[in-house]
C-alpha cells in the first residue's frame, strides 16, 4: 500500500511541474516588437496575423524549404495541423488554429518532450514568410 501511494505522489508532482512551467519567449526582440510566445509542456504557442489557410500554405512551403519531410495533414473545423519529420526521426507537428479574422496561433511541437529552439526557428521561418 505504501509503494502505490509513493508512486501515485510521484506521478501528481510530475504532471504538476510539466502542466504548470510556461517559460514567455520573446518573438521578434530584433524588431523591438512587444509580442511574446510561451513555451508550456514541451509546445511553442505564438500569434501569427494572418488566417488560418494563408498561414497552412506557408506553413507547408516553408517546412518543405527547411528539409523537413511532410508526412500528413489533419483539416479540422477549428484547426489544422501538418506532420513532418527532422533529421534523427523527431516527429514536428504544427497547428494552425483560427483565434480572430486576420488572427491565428500556432502551436509546435518538435520530439516526444519538445524543442524550444527548433520550435523557434520553425516558427521563425513561417513568420518570415507571411
Do not use: W
Not at 48 to 73: H, K
Amino acid at each position: 500500500m505504501k509503494a502505490k501511494a509513493t508512486i501515485l505522489s510521484l506521478l501528481t508532482l510530475t504532471v504538476v511541474l510539466f502542466s504548470g512551467c510556461t517559460t514567455p519567449v520573446a518573438i521578434d526582440p530584433m524588431t523591438g516588437q512587444q509580442q511574446t510566445a510561451k513555451y508550456q509542456s514541451g509546445y511553442f504557442y505564438a500569434p501569427i496575423a494572418a488566417d488560418t489557410n494563408d498561414v497552412f500554405m506557408t506553413a507547408i512551403s516553408a517546412i518543405d524549404d527547411m528539409g523537413l519531410l511532410r508526412t500528413g495533414e489533419l483539416h479540422k473545423k477549428n484547426y489544422i495541423k501538418i506532420y513532418a519529420r527532422q533529421v534523427g526521426d523527431k516527429e514536428v507537428v504544427v497547428r494552425i488554429k483560427q483565434i480572430a479574422a486576420g488572427e491565428s496561433e500556432i502551436r509546435i511541437r518538435v520530439g516526444n518532450l519538445g524543442d524550444l529552439p527548433q520550435s523557434q526557428i520553425i516558427y521563425a521561418k513561417i513568420r518570415d514568410a507571411m
